[in-house]
Each structure stands twice: as structure tokens, then as C-alpha cells.
């Protein structure tokens, strides 16, 4: 896809990464796909506003704006991951050319943004939610030419936040979670949600890819908002959410 704008220098190493499968491989490691129903989400990287005067925490090479990552806030309504904070997206279409053309399709659906503006950079490997029953391919696009967004539909989002990047890898917003089905992962707090499930484990991932990661204190537990614990069925293990 052929956009106007340049990519920033602090895109570099994420880009190079999306071409090491060995790399990709360890994202989904702990829930491979497992041949189910395909489903894709984007995980949009953006330019931010530029940093503020002494604060250079993952500030590009070359001066001008952060890394900021597009989400969606699930509405309340939703029979699996209800008000969960996710990545847009959902199922292939049989009209869809490919995985890549489901995320940007969902995206638009589901946040308005101009998909024409947004550049692919690559994708992981598919990972299975049990939950859900799909096997989720994540696509990663530049968010080349910004354009608003916001909740389009209410059934399928409530709001559409754009976090930060150094506000997701800042130490006093990262912990890990636990179920009470024995499942434990990486998660984010991020003002009064939580970034928990499939949608951490891609976010910790692709932070991983990029270089963005900084020192957090891993053992630190927290227990899971009873808000976020509507789905069913709830079968447990690493996969399940």
C-alpha cells in the first residue's frame, strides 16, 4: 500500500523484526493457532505529539512525535470480552482479498479511520482464543496519514482510545494478572481499564519486536476487575482469553 508519508526512524527495528519468523513465533508461542476459524486484528501504530521539554523517554531518533498504539473499549453488551480494551478487528469475510484486508475493513467498521492512510508493515502468527473459538492473526500498520476516529458503531465499540507507547511500557502500568481458572499473563492499566488476555499478550509482543520494552516488576500480581470476567464459556488455560 502506498501512502504519502515517511516512517519515523523509531519504526525501523519493529520493521525488521516482522521479518524474522523465529521472532514472530515467540509472540504466539504460549497459543498457537490451531486451524480454527480465521480472524484478524490491527494493531495501529500512529505519531503522537511531540515530547515535551526533558522528557525523552522513547523519543525518536531524529526529533518530532512518540509511538502511539489505536484501541477499542468492547461495549458492555457483548456476549465475550464485554468492556474489555482490545484491537480492532473480528472474522474474515469470504469478500475479503486476504487477513490484512479483514483488520483494515473491522478497523474502518469499527473506528472510522481512513484505512487508506494506514500502511501495513507485516503480521504475527495466528493465536487461538478458546473462548471466542478463533484462530487471530494480528496485523501491524502504520497509521501513516492520521484521520478522526471514534466509536461508529456502539455495538462494537464504546470508545476508541490512543494510548501512548510510554504510557504502556511504564513501569507503575504494567503487571501480571491472574484468573480464577489458573490463567496468568502480562497486563496493562491504563487509567481505569485493564489491558489483559490476547490483547496484552500482542501488545507485550509487538513492544518486544519494536524495542519499546522497559524495566518492569514482573512479579507483581494483580487480580482481574469482576467487570472483565463475563465471558462464557470460561474453560480456562493460556489460551482461553
Known sequence: MSVDQTRPEWLAALRSALDDPARLEQVVAIRPGVGARPAAVLILIGEGASPSAGDDTLAPAKGGGRPEILFVERPTTMRTHAGQIAFPGGAADP????????????????????????????????????????????????????????????REAASVPVVPVSVLVDARNRARVWHPSGYTGPAFVVDDHLIWGLTAHLLDGVLDLAGWQQPWDTERLIDIPARYLTSSPDRGGPNAH
Open 95 to 154: 469478500g475479503d482479498a486476504d487477513l490484512a484486508d479483514t483488520a483494515l475493513r473491522e478497523a474502518a467498521e469499527e473506528t472510522g479511520v481512513d484505512r487508506t492512510g494506514i500502511e501495513i508493515l507485516g503480521s504475527l502468527p495466528p493465536a487461538h482464543v478458546d473462548v471466542s473459538g478463533f484462530d487471530v492473526t494480528a496485523v501491524i500498520g502504520w497509521w501513516a496519514r492520521r484521520s478522526p476516529v471514534s466509536a461508529v458503531d456502539p
